[in-house]
């Protein structure tokens, strides 16, 4: 049975290795939502033979991409592929200009959003990160760096979501069924 709730919009955010990716996949299906990944489709265009993907395996070894290039496929998934559906967003919005064109872009479409903030400690992080060794990009370095950008940047997203009264935090230490629980309670509240 498909969960209905009163937003087009569920955008999971927080640090790295905090469970984004497996609570998207779940709340797609839940509420059979398209799910939207900037890493996945940053992977995907990089994995593409042209001159922009070739760049984009270059800096996926650091594990960044530009703001622009985030920020496009953010704009690109609202205004062009996803523009009736219900949409869970993963991975998106970390910088502050991304939350703010996020913003803009919903009030624009008349699109209700909840933005809910996985909450986890550094040191589950590092453990769980360590752990699944994805690719290149999770090593104790790049973790560090990733953990840095969260409170350099991704933070400052969470404060203007708050700032707009569309964020609600979730224990993400939790296993991950407790957590999916949890984002449904707030989702649907």
């Not at 087009?8 to 290795?17: A, D, E, F, R």
């Not at 984009?56 to 953010?74: D, H, N, R």
């Not at 996020?102 to 992080?125: C, Q, S, T, W």
């Amino acid at each position: 049975m498909t969960i209905k709730i009163p937003y087009q919009t569920v955008v999971l955010i927080g640090k790295t290795g905090c469970g984004k990716g497996t609570q998207s996949e779940l709340l797609g299906s839940a509420l059979a939502y398209s799910v939207f990944s900037t890493g996945d489709k940053v992977r995907k265009t990089g994995a593409m033979p042209t001159p922009l993907g070739r760049k984009i395996q270059e800096i996926q070894v650091k594990g960044w991409v530009p703001e622009w290039l985030a920020s496009y496929f953010l704009v690109k998934a609202l205004l062009e592929e996803y523009v009736e559906d219900g949409l869970v967003f993963e991975s998106v919005a970390r910088k502050p200009e991304e939350a703010v064109k996020l913003h803009e872009i919903h009030e624009m479409l008349g699109r209700e959003y909840i933005v809910v903030h996985l909450e986890i400690a550094d040191d589950l992080v590092v453990e769980r990160m360590l752990a699944r060794s994805r690719d290149e990009a999770d090593t104790a370095d790049n973790i560090a760096k990733r953990l840095k950008a969260f409170y350099d940047e991704t933070q400052e997203s969470i404060n203007i979501f708050a700032s707009y009264d569309k964020v609600r935090t979730v224990d993400a230490n939790q296993e991950p069924d407790k957590v999916f629980e949890d984002i449904i309670k707030v989702i649907k509240s």
